[in-house]
C-alpha cells in the first residue's frame, strides 16, 4: 500500500505569513493514463474536509489563490502565501492513484 | 444546492449491523465515482469504500467481507451496510463526490 508522509505534523505561522507542507509517497503517483492522482484537503475546527487542490496543482471553485500545490512523482508541496485566520485546521494530502486510496497523517495549522 | 446528506449512524453493540445513508440534492450521483471515508475521534482520515460510476467497487482491508456499498439511481442515494461492527470502526463516516463532502454521521460501537 501507498504511504503518505507529511512534514511538519504542526504549523504555527504568524497571520500574513506564507506556510507550507510537504507530502512524500512512498510510490511514484503518476497513473498510467499520464495524471498524477494526489489531492489537499482542508479540515477546519469542526468542520467536513473541504478539498482544496486535486491532481497535484489544481485549485477547486472558490478556493483562494493564496492556496498552491505543486510537486511530481513522490515529492508534492502544499503552499500558502500568506495566512490568515480562517486557515486554521488540519491540513491532509491524498493518494488515489493506487489502490487503496491513503491520506497523509495530517499537518495541523495553527496561528501564532 | 449541490449537497450530501448522509444519516443512519448510531450507538451499535460490538457484533452489531447499522446501514448508512448518503442522498444527493443538485446532482445525478450515477454519473460519478464515490467515496466512504471515516475519521475516528481525534485521528485522521481514513478511506472506506469506492464505487466507481459503472458500479466497480472496492474495500479497504479493514472493512472487507463486513462492509457493502451499493448505490440507488433512482433514489440518488448511496448507501453502506456495515455488519459485525467492532470498536475500531467507531468514526464519523462522510460521504464524499469529488470535491463535494457531507457533514458526516456518527457511528459509536460499544457495549
Known amino acids: 500500500d501507498v504511504v503518505l508522509t507529511q512534514s511538519p505534523l504542526s504549523l504555527a505561522v504568524t497571520f500574513g505569513q506564507p506556510a507550507s507542507i510537504s507530502c512524500t509517497s512512498s510510490q511514484s503517483l503518476v497513473y498510467s493514463d499520464g495524471n498524477t492522482y494526489l489531492n489537499w484537503f482542508q479540515q477546519r475546527p469542526g468542520q467536513s474536509p473541504r478539498r482544496l487542490i486535486y491532481q497535484v496543482s489544481n485549485r477547486d471553485s472558490g478556493v483562494p489563490d493564496r492556496f498552491s500545490g505543486s510537486g511530481s512523482g513522490t515529492d508534492f508541496t502544499l503552499k500558502i502565501s500568506r495566512v490568515e485566520a480562517e486557515d486554521v485546521g488540519v491540513y491532509y494530502c491524498?493518494?488515489?492513484?493506487?489502490?487503496?486510496?491513503?491520506f497523509g497523517q495530517g499537518t495541523k495549522l495553527e496561528i501564532k | 444546492e449541490v449537497q450530501l446528506v448522509e444519516s443512519g449512524g448510531g450507538l451499535v453493540q460490538p457484533g452489531g449491523s447499522l446501514r448508512l445513508s448518503c442522498v444527493a440534492s443538485g446532482i445525478t450521483i450515477s454519473s460519478y465515482s464515490m467515496n466512504w471515508i471515516r475519521q475516528a475521534p481525534g485521528k485522521g482520515l481514513e478511506w472506506v469504500s469506492f464505487?466507481?460510476?459503472?458500479?466497480?467497487?472496492h474495500y479497504a482491508d479493514s472493512v472487507k467481507g463486513r462492509f457493502t456499498l451499493s448505490r440507488d439511481n433512482a433514489q440518488n442515494s448511496l448507501y453502506l451496510q456495515m455488519n459485525s461492527l467492532r470498536d475500531e470502526d467507531t468514526a464519523v463516516y462522510y460521504c464524499n463526490l469529488r470535491a463535494l463532502w457531507g457533514q458526516g454521521t456518527l457511528v459509536t460501537v460499544s457495549s
Open positions: 491524498m493518494q488515489g492513484t493506487h489502490w487503496p486510496t491513503s
Open positions: 464505487i466507481s460510476s459503472s458500479n466497480i467497487i
